[in-house]
Each structure stands twice: as C-alpha cells, then as structure tokens.
C-alpha cells in the first residue's frame, strides 16, 4: 500500500527558509517516483518538484528553479522539500505525492493530506 504523511510546514518571514518532511511507505518508494505538488486558493494545482528513482534527477517548476530542492533519504523512508528565498506567492498547502514516473509534465496519483507554508512578514 502507499502511504504518505508531510510536515514541516508552519509560518516564515519573506526571504525565510523550510523543510518539509514527507514521509512515504516503502511500497511507494519502491514502485513510484516522489515528487512535492502544491495548492493554494484561487490558484490551480502547481507541480513543484519531483524526484526521479532512477538516478535522481530532479525536475522543478520554474517558479521554484533554484531556490527548492528535493532530496531523499532511503533508511528512513523520508523525501525533503529543502525551501529557500520564499516569497509572497509560494504560500499553499503542499502535498507530497507518488507519480509514476518523473518528467517535465508529471502528474501526482496519490498523496497525503498536506502541510500548510504560510508566508507572511
């Protein structure tokens, strides 16, 4: 079964940095890649981040180029959304998901019940 579980989120000043933990079932890491999708009212559905099994290589929004990154830690069952330089437009609850394969259009299939970045001075 697939399970995922963010966190990390919480309130950060402009410029400010975050963490966001999500932690996945092995099943999803074994069969899916991982990837971070965020939702913030009024806006649509925006892909950030997603992290290929394969080798690694990450695919990011352009939105977020440079200033997120994602990383993975396989002992502990663990994917990082690594936040920096956030800005007034970033706030959104994020959502760690499962995809089946990561590419500049990936598409989340499943994922957990979010973690709420509010930016604000």
């Known amino acids: 079964q697939v399970t995922l579980a963010e966190s990390g989120g919480g309130l950060v000043q402009p410029g400010g940095s975050l963490r966001l933990s999500c932690e996945a079932s092995?099943?999803?890491?074994?069969?899916?890649?991982i990837g971070w999708f965020r939702q913030a009212p009024g806006r649509d559905r925006e892909e950030v981040s997603c992290?290929?099994?394969?080798?690694?290589?990450?695919y990011d929004a352009d939105s977020v180029k440079d200033r997120f990154t994602m990383s993975r830690n396989n002992r502990r069952n663990m994917i990082y959304l690594q936040m920096r330089d956030l800005r007034p437009e970033d706030p959104a609850v994020y959502y760690c998901?499962?995809?089946?394969?990561?590419?500049?259009?990936?598409?989340?299939?499943?994922w957990g019940q979010g973690t709420q970045v509010t930016v604000s001075s």
């Open positions: 998901a499962i995809t089946p394969m990561c590419s500049e259009n990936w598409v989340p299939a499943g």
């Open positions: 092995r099943f999803a890491l074994d069969y899916y890649s």
């Open positions: 992290l290929r099994s394969s080798d690694g290589r990450t």
